[in-house]
């Protein structure tokens, strides 16, 4: 089945804008549903006017999905990742969830029903997201994307993280195109703990057609940095800082660093401080 079919609603208030509450609806022609590695990915867009811009949107990626129709809970933020994309002024912010939940179940006929509601941050701003509603059916198999490991490294230091120690060296690092609200690439790199084991990873984010190489990371639509643990800890999104570029990742290898402040929910920021050189197969 190449097309997601289905419905998918939320209720927003976003105080940057006005009127501050708007009624989402999913764009029938723009919904995906597909897996990426072991994450399922989630995708509604809704076209508000005739700018590549003027569109809103939400991007799930949900790990270890089983599809056998029982619901399960996830924490946005925490166990699941969250994006509400919104239209304001001229340009397009990306709004990261930072508390919340998604419930889910994914049956063997590739229906996959939920609901869903969150708080999300971008800097100081903040919107809310209330009464979401999914019912898509149908992996959009266009969008389907193998897992490629890509060669080179990424290391540097997470100190004052949640890392038992600082240091951080990417076991396995990878780029890739994404398919959601908008195309973006995504530039990973996963250091692995042992005893037990506990995969740590820097995530980088950067909208394709982007041309810049260096970003403020305070303000920055274009790209986002996130530092993850895949265990009780969750994701911590990039508050201030720099990512530079001196080759872009939709060269197929990119070369750059990371030198910022993460924060989770309100809790006390930390830094991550990476350079990477990572060659793919794009």
């Known amino acids: ?29 723009r919904m995906l549903l597909y897996f990426l590695d072991n994450e399922l990915r989630i995708s509604a867009t809704q076209k508000i006017g005739p700018d590549i811009n003027e569109v ?12 056998d129709g029982v619901e399960r809970t996830y924490s946005l933020g925490n166990q699941a990742r969250g994006t509400y994309w919104a239209h304001e ?20 006929q590739e229906r996959l029903v939920g609901t869903f509601d969150f708080s999300a941050t971008f800097g100081s701003k903040h919107v809310v997201i209330t009464q979401g509603a999914i019912e898509l059916e149908g992996f959009s198999t266009q969008a389907r994307t193998p897992q490629v490991t890509g060669t080179g490294y990424m290391r540097g230091s997470v100190p004052g993280g949640p890392m038992p120690a ?9 780029i890739r195109k994404v398919a959601g609200t908008f195309t973006y690439w995504e530039v990973v790199g996963r250091h692995y703990e042992d005893l037990p ?3 740590n ?14 970003f403020d ?28 570029f001196t080759a872009l990742p939709e060269t197929g290898h990119t070369v750059g660093s990371v030198d910022c402040l993460v924060q989770r929910n309100q809790e006390a920021p930390f830094a991550v401080k990476v350079v990477f050189d990572i060659t793919d197969s794009v």
């Open 1 to 29: 089945m190449n097309q997601t079919t289905g419905r998918f609603t939320a209720k927003i208030n976003n105080p940057q804008v006005s009127p501050a509450e708007h009624a989402f609806q999913g764009d029938a022609d």
């Open 56 to 67: 809103l949107g939400f991007d799930f990626a949900v790990p270890n999905i089983a599809a």
């Open 89 to 108: 002024k001229s340009g397009v912010t990306p709004y990261v969830a930072v508390t919340g939940t998604l419930r889910l179940s994914l049956d063997p």
């Open 166 to 174: 600082p240091e951080f060296d990417a076991t396995e690092v990878s």
């Open 197 to 199: 084991r506990v995969q």
């Open 201 to 214: 990873l820097v995530l980088i984010v950067v909208r394709e057609g982007t041309t810049d190489k260096v």
């Open 217 to 244: 990371l305070a303000t920055s639509t274009a790209v986002s940095v996130s530092f993850g643990r895949i265990d009780s800890f969750g994701f911590a999104h990039a508050i201030s800082g720099r990512l530079e």
